[in-house]
């Protein structure tokens, strides 16, 4: 089975420090990674995947993540947060062999950021 | 394009109802999902489509039926409502399954 934790229910950060929203994933085979993003009262956004390749993925709005294999994790960051990033987050994983169709979502983290 | 539409955008039904949420997406994706969103749990997949006349369950599919009789439609339907099934419903599509997903703006359910 495949299975996603987003260990932290909310995050604080001060606008223009460096922000990470983490995210560990469970899966018999490989995995492809996803992050969205969500804002109040909205339907959630693509930022970035993880499919193969360069571990360190560049995303929407200047996320990025980075896929460590031996760690399991992917976690969300960027350099300098913004006011406007404050939103909801999820980490998404699909299992390529073994998950078949399906896209298994982490529980979110809620990142305030922070004047 | 209009993307991925959802419609009603609110709806309160009386325990023991019928309803249809309806979802529509015109980017020709195969692949369409609904989702339900409650608070602490994240995102919950009930029923999954990868193309017209092909369905299967996810991982909380009692309650719900769905049918694909075309590419665009994915309705989701809720047969007798329980106050369980109070929570926010999302539709998403991609081009295959393992494509990133477009999500529409979702149905706020009550039932009382």
């Known amino acids: ?115 | 394009n209009a993307g991925v539409t959802q419609t009603p955008k609110f709806q309160v039904l009386k325990t023991g109802q019928s309803m249809t949420l309806q979802c529509a997406q015109d980017m020709n994706h195969e692949y369409m999902s609904w989702y339900r969103q409650d608070p602490g749990m994240g995102l919950r997949l009930i029923h999954y489509s990868v193309g017209a006349g092909i369905t299967d369950q996810g991982e909380v599919p009692n309650g719900y039926n769905v049918s694909r009789s075309t590419t665009e439609d994915f309705p989701l339907r809720l047969l007798s409502a329980a106050p369980s099934q109070t929570s926010v419903y999302f539709c998403a599509s991609s081009y295959r399954a393992y494509n990133e997903q477009f999500f529409g703006p979702g149905t706020r359910l009550t039932v009382l």
């Open chain 1, 1 to 115: 089975a495949q299975s996603v934790a987003q260990p932290e229910d909310q995050v604080n950060v001060a606008e223009g420090n460096p922000l990470t929203v983490k995210c560990t994933y469970s899966v018999s085979g490989n995995p492809y990674l996803f992050w969205y993003v969500q804002y109040p009262n909205r339907g959630l956004q693509f930022l970035l995947k993880y499919i193969t390749g360069d571990n360190l993925v560049k995303g929407s709005y200047g996320f990025e993540a980075e896929f460590n294999k031996s760690q399991t994790s992917f976690h969300l960051k960027k350099p300098s947060a913004l006011v406007s990033d404050s939103a909801l987050y999820f980490c998404a994983v699909r299992d390529i062999t073994g998950g078949g169709n399906k896209l298994t979502f982490g529980t979110g983290t809620q990142l305030k950021v922070e004047l």
